[in-house]
């Protein structure tokens, strides 16, 4: 039935100017939304499983030229994270990826060469120097994302606090796009 062939753009089946994502995840419709401090972000949500999603861009550090003070304080406020997640209300999910590939060593040099100064001490600049030329060689280069997912269905009070259904059917419960997208922002 060849429904394991995705071809998208010009040539493919999908309409023009169209692309839409493969197999389980063709569903999925994007939104854009504000947060309270103004800043857009992408709203994910997959109608068929009542959930929306949010993925966050992480800039995840090393720890090269890094005491193990900060590194322990990182680890601590990365669990703090997790833990404050799990008392948020709907969350359904949220999982850590993190991408790791060699790096020939033109970002730290990209970085190196902002950070220095004319005029400035040769200590300084020989250090940089160093730095440059041992840290470039087997560098790598590391993405993360933080995806966090939320579940649609508002919680049913009269269900937790009677343990029984209440009158209010499932349809009437499931929070719209613009409604999850402000508490989500919030």
Known sequence: ???????????????????????????????????????????????????YSVVLSCEPEGAQLVDDDTVDTWVALWGRFLAEAGVEPGLEGLTATVETAPDPGSRLGAELSRLRLDGAPPFATAVL?????????????????????????????DERSRGRRSR???????????????????
């Open 1 to 51: 039935k060849r429904q394991n062939v995705y071809r998208s753009g010009l040539a493919g089946p999908v309409p023009y100017g169209s692309h839409t994502l493969p197999g389980l995840l063709a569903s999925v419709k994007a939104y854009d939304a504000v947060d309270v401090g103004g800043s857009a972000f992408a709203l994910l949500h997959v109608p068929s499983t009542r959930h």
């Open 168 to 186: 209010q059917g499932t349809r009437s419960r499931i929070r719209t796009p613009e409604e999850m997208a402000a508490q989500i922002g919030n």
């Open 129 to 157: 120097d160093e730095i440059e030329s041992t840290y470039a060689r087997g560098a790598a280069r590391v993405c993360g994302r933080v995806t966090i997912t939320w579940t649609a269905v508002r919680p049913n009070l």
